[in-house]
């Protein structure tokens, strides 16, 4: 049986300093219903405008992972998603006055201990699960960085660090299902080097950061002149520099960084908005790699999702048959690519074509492997949208329709010899100077094989 969503048990509110802004921030989680979703509020700006925390939403990911949408835009997003997705929470509404959640101790410790005081409610809905079926891979080979999932009955992951540090050194941290979130990886705090710090502090950054709220790395021996201008940045006295860290730290974990590192995956890999059914292996993973890695697989499965708008039944008689078609078209053998039209209405046409071995442009596309060249995909797209229309002006024989412009294409399956074509066009605007902007796709059954959006007009032949 499928687990059902939850939600929050109450609302909960937390205050705390914005991690580059330095303003105070108030964030307040409350329940939402049942198919909600996580949701960001900004209430300080009017009309409260909002952003849902899915991965498409996403727009930066320089010092942490920021979604917005329109003027809505909050920063630093993971810590809260992590705690939230993780304990379990599916549907919440989070209000917050500020473009960045507040860094607290720069860990997600006060976020699940609050979520886990107020608890849990199940919802009547299901949850909603992306289950790995077959190995995927986001990789940026030229920095060492791999995300990979794999095929598993239930969630978890595992992190590998090494950033070529003699402090840090190689670091490994792994979640399974049966382990306490809030013990293992819930208080571990974000970490910076030194070196990034004082760039950051340079280019007006990190105001809210301080030494209680993210571990500093020092690889390097710092100057009295750097301990000062440190203390200034910090208004702490006491700052110096031990066993690697700044003012004497005593780690959480001897993993700290690593277990960092998957708090913040499992936080953005929640952007997919659906639970996931895989084993996450990672190394050297970063919100930008998290977060790409996650719209990979949202675009995939709206590919998946995307299914004829038409029913073509091969037992009706065709609306147009070929012989009709010639009567509309100026296409002749080899290049009159619609066999039949099954469907038309005010704004949409679909059509079919029978794609065989007979071909004629298969002979060289290829001699050993017989492959549909994705510009005659295209042409038939063209002439399906030609046709409708053609249908609209008196005398169709009088007209032409000529491209003005053809705009994302995208090929998804290659069509070979024994498929049919089925291609669909729907305006994307109403008709006018007799220009037509129709988006088109073409499907091999249900599958998506090619999709554009295509912009013609039709000009009376001399």
């Not at 993780?86 to 989070?94: Q, R």
């Not at 049966?178 to 571990?188: F, G, L, M, N, S």
Request: net charge negative; hydrophobic share 40%.
């Amino acid at each position: 049986m499928s687990e059902k969503q939850k939600t929050l048990g109450a609302p909960i509110t937390f205050s705390g300093k914005g991690l580059h802004t330095g303003a105070l921030v108030t964030m307040t989680v409350s329940p939402a219903p049942e198919n909600h979703g996580i949701v960001f509020r900004r209430i300080d700006l009017e009309g409260a405008p909002s952003v849902p925390a899915l991965c498409e939403y996403v727009i930066d990911t320089s010092r942490g992972t920021t979604i917005g949408l329109g003027e809505a835009r909050v920063s630093t997003i993971e810590h809260i998603m992590s705690a939230l997705w993780t304990l379990g929470v599916d549907n919440a509404l989070v209000d917050i006055n500020a473009p960045e959640t507040p860094i607290m101790d720069g860990s997600a410790r006060e976020y699940a201990a609050e979520i886990l005081r107020v608890g849990v409610v199940e919802q009547s809905a299901n949850r909603k699960y992306y289950e790995v079926t077959e190995k995927q891979v986001y990789a940026i080979p030229e920095k060492g960085v791999m995300l990979a999932m794999y095929p598993s009955e239930e969630y978890s992951a595992a992190v590998h660090i090494d950033f070529n540090s003699k402090v840090i050194g190689n670091q490994y941290a792994t979640f399974n299902p049966e382990d306490d979130y809030q013990e293992k990886i819930a208080p571990c705090r974000t970490f910076v080097f030194l070196h990034e710090i004082e760039m950051l502090a340079a280019a007006g950054l990190v105001k809210g950061g301080d030494v209680d709220n993210a571990i500093v790395i020092v690889e390097n021996p710092v100057t009295d002149e750097q301990l000062q201008r440190l203390s200034t940045l910090f208004d702490k006295k006491d700052i110096k520099v031990t066993g690697g860290y700044l003012n004497n730290l005593e780690l959480r974990a001897s993993n700290e960084m690593a277990r960092h590192k998957l708090l913040d995956l499992l936080g953005d890999f929640a952007l997919l908005g659906m639970r996931i059914k895989g084993s996450v292996m990672a190394t050297r993973p970063g919100h930008y790699a998290n977060t790409e890695f996650m719209k990979q697989i949202h675009n995939s499965l709206r590919r998946e999702g995307v299914k004829p708008l038409f029913k073509y039944d091969r037992k009706k008689a065709p609306l147009f048959d070929v012989v009709e078609i010639q009567r509309m078209l100026p296409h002749r053998f080899p290049f009159l690519l619609v066999d039949k039209i099954y469907h038309m209405d005010d704004n949409s046409i679909a059509g079919i074509k029978q794609v065989t071995i007979n071909e004629p442009f298969f002979q060289g596309h290829f001699p050993n492997e017989p492959i549909m060249p994705g510009v005659l995909i295209v042409e038939a797209m063209a002439q399906c949208g030609g046709l409708y229309v053609l249908s609209k002006v008196d005398n169709p024989t009088d007209y032409s329709t000529y491209f003005l412009r053809i705009d994302n294409v995208r090929f998804r399956q290659k069509v070979v010899p024994g498929d049919t074509l089925q291609i669909e066009c729907v305006l994307a605007e109403p008709l006018r100077r007799n220009i037509a902007n129709m988006e088109c796709k073409v499907f091999v059954g249900d599958t998506l094989a090619c999709e554009a959006t295509i912009v013609a007009q039709i000009i009376k032949n001399k």
